[in-house]
Each structure stands twice: as structure tokens, then as C-alpha cells.
Nanobody, 123 residues
Framework: QVQLVESGGGLVQAGGSLRLSCAAT????????MAWYRQAPGNDRELVAH???????????NVADSVKGRFTISLDNAKNTGYLQMNSLKPEDTAVYYC?????????????WGQGTQVTVSS
């Protein structure tokens, strides 16, 4: 079983920055991919950023057009922790942010979700 624990959300003024963390604990061989999603009230869950890796070597790294140039996704394999660095935040970035990661485990390949963290950007 793998657990993802998120942290780093909060209230920030427009133009400010936050860094979200997603720490993985449990038993797994390899973290294959990590993604960050967000969901604002009344909206569908939206993919914000996604990366893939193999044997700890990054293969792809993409962010949504709506956050390009402002958000960065990264992964620290030594800490089994992923990050979403969010700069130049806008009120429309307000949402609950969720991490999702894909793991190779003894039971095969599975993905898991974090509990979500609230990000509120005031104008």
C-alpha cells in the first residue's frame, strides 16, 4: 500500500508563490509518474502538470497552457516527494489541488491520490 500526503497549500495574494509537496510512503519499486490536478467549485478536475520517469530518469514534463511559465512540476526521488512550484498566482488558480502518482509495486502498477490541499489566491 502506498500513501501520498500533500502539504503547502494556503492563502496567498495575487502575484505570490506557493510550493505544494506530495510525499510518498509505503512499499514500491519505482515511481513512474506524478501529476497535479486541481478542482475549483462547480468545475471538473483539471490536469495541471504531469511528469514521467524511468529508473529515476525524467522522460516527460508538461504543464497545462493555463499555467505555462508560472508553474513547475518536479520530483525528488531521494525523498520520494513531488513538488508543484506555483509562481505569479492568479485568483483563477484558486482550487483544491490533488497529487496523483503511478507506482510499480509487488502487486503490479497502481496509481494513488493525495488528500488534496486548498489553494486560495486573493485579488
Amino acid at each position: 500500500q502506498v500513501q501520498l500526503v500533500e502539504s503547502g497549500g494556503g492563502l496567498v495574494q495575487a502575484g505570490g508563490s506557493l510550493r505544494l509537496s506530495c510525499a510518498a510512503t509505503g512499499s514500491f519499486f519505482d515511481m513512474i509518474a506524478m501529476a497535479w490536478y486541481r478542482q475549483a467549485p462547480g468545475n471538473d478536475r483539471e490536469l495541471v502538470a504531469h511528469l514521467t520517469q524511468h529508473n529515476n530518469k525524467q522522460l516527460t514534463n508538461n504543464v497545462a497552457d493555463s499555467v505555462k511559465g508560472r508553474f513547475t512540476i518536479s520530483l525528488d526521488n531521494a525523498k520520494n516527494t513531488g513538488y508543484l512550484q506555483m509562481n505569479s498566482l492568479k485568483p483563477e488558480d484558486t482550487a483544491v489541488y490533488y497529487c496523483n502518482a503511478d507506482f510499480q509495486t509487488t502487486r503490479g502498477r497502481h496509481d494513488y491520490w493525495g488528500q488534496g490541499t486548498q489553494v486560495t489566491v486573493s485579488s
